[in-house]
């Protein structure tokens, strides 16, 4: 079965420093990965995604992810973070055909 | 392109009440989904439709939930009856299956007292 965890619930930081979101997955075969960001009352939009073609891949917003299958991972990071940042990320791990499966997201905090 | 258009956006409902979700999802999209998220639980896949059909369905929380799909540009969500567990917000998904990304709905925000 695939799932992903995403590590720490709650990440804080300062504006205009780096922004790390951890996310591991478990899947039996190669997956898509993604990440979606959510903001108050409101639906999740697409930041990136992951489809096998490269493995550091580009978003909007200047974010980007890293897959590393040796690790399991896929963090997403931005070099500076911005208070237009703040909102709630979720990963998301698809397989071919079926429905993504989301994390449980991580509340990101920007302060100035 | 609309985006997929989720109704009503707030909906509060007594115990065993009858509540009814609607979803349009994008034109040409041939898979929708149904996803509930609450703080505990965080965004569950309830159920999912490809070409009106359900796929899997595992998600479903109890038999009080059903979902129908009657035909490409509608699907609704049905609770009978509620229960104030029930309260989270519910949001529709579509896609198509080619390798394009999941588009969300706003989400309908269910309290049931």
């Known amino acids: 079965a695939q799932s992903v965890t995403q590590l720490g619930s709650h990440v804080s930081v300062s504006e205009g420093a780096l922004v790390l979101l951890r996310c591991n997955y478990s899947s039996s075969v190669p997956p898509y990965l993604f990440w979606y960001v959510q903001y108050p009352n409101q639906g999740l939009q697409l930041l990136l995604k992951y489809t096998s073609a490269a493995t550091l891949v580009k978003g909007i917003n200047g974010f980007e992810a890293e897959f590393k299958k040796s690790e399991t991972s896929f963090h997403l990071t931005k070099p500076s973070a911005h208070m237009s940042d703040a909102a709630e990320y979720f990963c998301a791990v698809q397989k071919a055909g079926t429905a993504l499966i989301f994390g449980k997201g991580t509340t990101l905090s920007v302060s100035s | 392109d609309a985006g997929v258009i989720q109704s009503p956006r707030h909906e509060v409902t007594e115990m065993g009440q009858e509540v009814t979700l609607r979803c349009k999802p994008i034109s040409g999209h041939n898979s929708l989904f149904w996803y509930r998220q609450t703080m505990m639980r965080g965004l569950e896949l309830l159920i999912y439709?490809?070409?009106?059909?359900?796929?899997?369905d595992s998600g479903m929380p109890e038999d009080r939930f059903s979902a129908k799909m009657p035909n490409a540009s509608f699907s609704t969500l049905k609770i009978q009856p509620s229960e104030p567990r029930d309260s989270a917000v519910y949001f529709c998904?579509?896609?198509?299956?080619?390798?394009?990304?999941?588009?969300f709905g706003n989400g309908t925000r269910l309290t049931v007292t």
């Open positions: 998904a579509s896609m198509d299956t080619h390798n394009s990304p999941l588009h």
């Open positions: 439709f490809n070409n009106n059909v359900p796929i899997d």
